[in-house]
């Protein structure tokens, strides 16, 4: 597609239910990236892939966090068991070349997750 | 862990020069310097990016002394709509691509 492209835009859920959120990276885009974002802060690093290999998820919070992109295109971060503190923008981006290279990320524009 | 230090937020008026300095001691060889800018309700976007010496694009200049220990982004004349979070980080080293919390630009008329 023309950019990344995330779904849901916005989601509301309540406390322990599970949630996934889709990433669409730009074709062609060897890397992608998680993050999340809460108000007034910086990116915080969640995890990366390499084509369908996820290389790091040493920033995923707990074991209720996981991601994969089983083709190496399409990721989903799902959430599990939900709790408000999960409650950010998640936001995804992806790259040309191999996480590690210095290439231009590519941002969506971010799933806004609230729980109740 | 290479870290990134910047100042939290700098103020400006419209048409003049801003500079934003990121202090980085502990660089690694083979870690470029990038500068992504943030507006409100959007994701990260790229600016420059540079290894040593000074890099220029259309938007902005990037300087980095011979010890790489430091870098300064340089907006040149600066309007209002240059208002935003600004992010320095390394790129390049295989490492997890790490944002700080940036210089949050406040431009003024």
């Known amino acids: 597609g023309a950019g990344v492209s995330q779904s849901p835009r916005y989601k509301v859920t309540k406390r322990g239910q599970d949630v996934a959120l889709r990433c669409d990276p730009i074709s062609g885009h060897v890397s992608l990236y998680w993050y999340r974002q809460a108000l007034g802060q910086g990116p915080e690093f969640l995890t990366y892939f390499n084509y369908e290999a996820q290389q790091d998820k040493s920033g995923l919070p707990n074991d209720r966090f996981s991601a994969e992109r089983p083709e190496g295109s399409i990721s989903t971060l799902t959430i599990q068991r939900t709790e408000q503190r999960d409650s950010a923008m998640y936001r995804c981006?992806?790259?040309?070349?191999?996480?590690?290279?210095?290439?231009?990320?590519?941002f969506g524009e971010g799933s806004r997750l609230t729980v109740l | 862990l290479a870290k990134t230090t910047q100042p939290i937020s700098m103020d400006s008026y419209e048409g003049q020069e801003v500079n934003i300095t990121c202090s980085h001691n502990?660089?690694?060889?083979?870690?470029?310097i990038t500068w992504y800018q943030q507006f409100p309700s959007q994701g990260p976007r790229f600016i420059i990016q540079?290894?040593?010496t000074k890099v220029t694009n259309e938007v902005a200049s990037l300087f980095i002394p011979a010890d790489r220990k430091s870098s300064t982004l340089s907006l040149p004349r600066v309007s209002l709509s240059d208002t935003a979070v600004y992010y320095c980080?390394?790129?390049?080293?295989?490492?997890?691509?790490?944002f700080g919390t940036g210089t949050q630009l406040k431009v003024e008329l």
């Open positions: 981006a992806s790259s040309y070349g191999l996480a590690g290279d210095t290439g231009e990320l590519f």
């Open positions: 980080l390394f790129t390049g080293g295989g490492n997890k691509l790490t």
């Open positions: 502990n660089i690694a060889t083979n870690d470029y």
């Open positions: 540079g290894y040593k």
